[in-house]
């Protein structure tokens, strides 16, 4: 046993962990966080948020330099050099987990590499690579284990034509041909990237819908846009196995209750995540969780046995970076005897693709579900100034708003740069917003927060400019 007590142990340096540790540090809490990969930052930094947006990027630009460059009057010859595409990335995922690093050296908070069991309440065992094993006594222990990717029965990865999310954001050349299954974040978002590098790509989703957990208009115009840029959708699709031949993938497909073969370079299964726990000794500690493997916790983050404590994509919620930190702020702080809270009805939630989609609140279909009456503005990019001298025609910007009292209920954003836009709707939304309170906000023009204002305005069936 280490002779250093903590006040506080946290297991796992996601976004979750790292931003916990941080305000646990500045709060005066000795903490240390245990990892067991040679980075910090978890799942988002290494293999997630970060690597995918940063190759969303780069595809952008190479897709905008051969298909919309030559509209502004800019004539292009464009050749895609991969290697460096993908090396680019890895750089910013290396300044990125370096920068947790320096955060953890700057509040003094003390890294702990090797893998973390809890061996009793109190405390953590650190086993390294090397196998050697130490344990250190913690007050309080704080589980932000994150998740891992799901499987389907009968699909192996084989990690090169086989893969899931981390694979694919490292293929060695784009292949002729994907098959994503799946049309959540990860197929949409990935899938994105290859068609825009070349690859014919397929997504097989077995619900009716892209996206099926968000609002299903919305949902219907990112499908629409994407389309354009030859991706294929099938709903009603799965797949039953997969098996590589030689260069090739030979999956079984269902849809619609028939079954047959069909081959790819590449198939990616990006079916949701699963609550990652392996190595924690939570069973033999006997902490609860739900049926999907979740570790239950109370208001406060605390699970059932005392003393230790849960966060992140390993509890319930949306498995989001930003879900994870504010639990991490709100669990320490409570720990703290702070009043730290998470507003669940207020997280944004995006799909990074080009138009992106971005969500915040209820939905169209949420609101009738619950037998809310609602009144709904919407306003096209088409009729916004700035879109128009940037080129961007798709998407609209929809208000949902409490048809009796005006409050802000939902916003959806199809169109460019949705996911910034949508910062402003999830703010008005904390602060309790009524959708005329947004209309009645100036906003610079020419820009694409204009889009929202007349969407507010909308609300109220005064929209300027349409
Ligand atoms: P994680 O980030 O999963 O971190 C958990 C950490 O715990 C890992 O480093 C793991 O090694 C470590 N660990 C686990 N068990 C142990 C143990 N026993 N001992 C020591 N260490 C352990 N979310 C967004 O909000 N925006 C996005 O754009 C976005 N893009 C994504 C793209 C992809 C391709 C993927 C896969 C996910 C994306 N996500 C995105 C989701 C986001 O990455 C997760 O919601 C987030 O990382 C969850 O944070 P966390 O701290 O709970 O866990
Ligand atoms: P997801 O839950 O977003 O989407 C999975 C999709 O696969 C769903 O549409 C589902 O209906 C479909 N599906 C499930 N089983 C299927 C089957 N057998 N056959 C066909 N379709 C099937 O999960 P995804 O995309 O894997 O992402 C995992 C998590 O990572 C998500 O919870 C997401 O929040 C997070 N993430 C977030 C991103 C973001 O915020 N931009 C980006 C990428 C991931």
């Known amino acids: 046993m280490s002779d250093d007590a903590f006040d506080l142990i ?9 931003v916990a540790a941080i ?36 595809s952008e630009h190479f897709a905008f330099a051969r298909h919309g460059i030559a509209a502004h009057g800019v004539r292009a010859t464009v050749e895609l050099d ?18 947790v690093e320096g955060l953890f050296r700057k509040n003094k908070v003390t890294r702990l590499t090797g893998t973390g069991r809890i061996a009793a309440p109190g405390v953590v065992q650190v086993t390294g690579a090397d196998g050697a094993t130490e344990a250190h006594r913690a007050a309080r222990i704080l589980i932000a284990t994150g998740s891992k990717p799901a499987r389907l029965p ?12 981390t694979h694919a954001l490292a ?3 784009v ?8 049309a959540g974040a990860i197929g949409l978002e990935l899938g994105s990237v290859w068609a825009r590098l070349g690859a014919k790509v397929a997504v097989l989703e077995f619900q009716d819908r892209a996206v099926p957990g968000m609002d299903r208009k919305s949902g219907a115009l990112l499908q629409r846009a994407l389309e354009k840029q030859g991706l294929a959708f099938r709903f009603g699709a799965s797949a039953r196995g997969a098996r590589v031949e030689g260069d090739r993938v030979r999956v079984t497909v269902v849809e619609k209750d028939a079954e047959r073969e069909e081959t790819c370079d590449v198939l990616l299964v990006a079916v949701g995540r699963r609550p990652y726990t392996d190595g924690l000794g939570a069973r033999e500690l006997g902490l609860a969780t739900d049926a999907k493997g979740r570790i239950e916790v109370d208001a406060s983050f605390a699970t059932s046995v005392p003393g230790i404590f849960a966060i992140g994509d390993v509890i319930a919620g949306p498995m989001l970076a ?3 930190e504010e639990e991490g702020i709100a669990a ?32 169209e279909e949420d609101a009738a579900a619950k037998g809310i009456v609602v009144a709904i503005g919407t306003f096209p990019f088409l009729a916004n100034g700035r879109a128009k001298a940037m080129g961007e025609r798709d998407g609209q910007v929809k208000i949902i708003a409490d048809a009796a009292t005006d409050r802000v209920l939902g916003a959806h954003i199809v169109g460019p740069r949705a996911s910034d836009l949508i910062a402003e709707l999830a703010t008005a939304m904390e602060l309790g917003a009524s959708a005329e309170d947004i209309a009645r906000s100036v906003h610079a023009h020419p820009t694409l927060p204009e889009a929202v204002k007349e969407a507010a305005l909308a609300v109220g069936k005064r929209a300027i400019h349409i």
């Open 10 to 18: 946290v297991i796992g340096s996601g976004p979750g962990g790292y």
């Open 23 to 58: 305000r646990a540090a500045q709060l005066g809490m000795k903490t240390a966080v245990v990892e067991k990969y040679p980075t910090l930052g978890g799942t988002c930094l290494n293999v997630g948020c970060i690597p995918s947006k940063a190759l969303l990027d780069s």
């Open 82 to 99: 991969l290697p460096t595409m993908l090396a680019r990335k890895d750089r910013v995922v290396q300044e990125l987990t370096r920068g």
């Open 154 to 165: 009968g699909i192996a990865y084989d990690d090169r034509r086989i893969v899931h999310s």
């Open 171 to 173: 293929l060695p050349a």
């Open 175 to 182: 292949p002729e041909t994907m098959i994503v299954i799946g």
């Open 322 to 324: 930003h879900k994870a």
């Open 332 to 363: 320490v702080e409570r720990m703290a005897g702070m009043a730290g809270h998470v507003a669940y009805a207020c997280i944004p939630n995006v799909v990074y693709t080009w138009p992106e989609l971005a969500s915040v609140g209820l939905s």
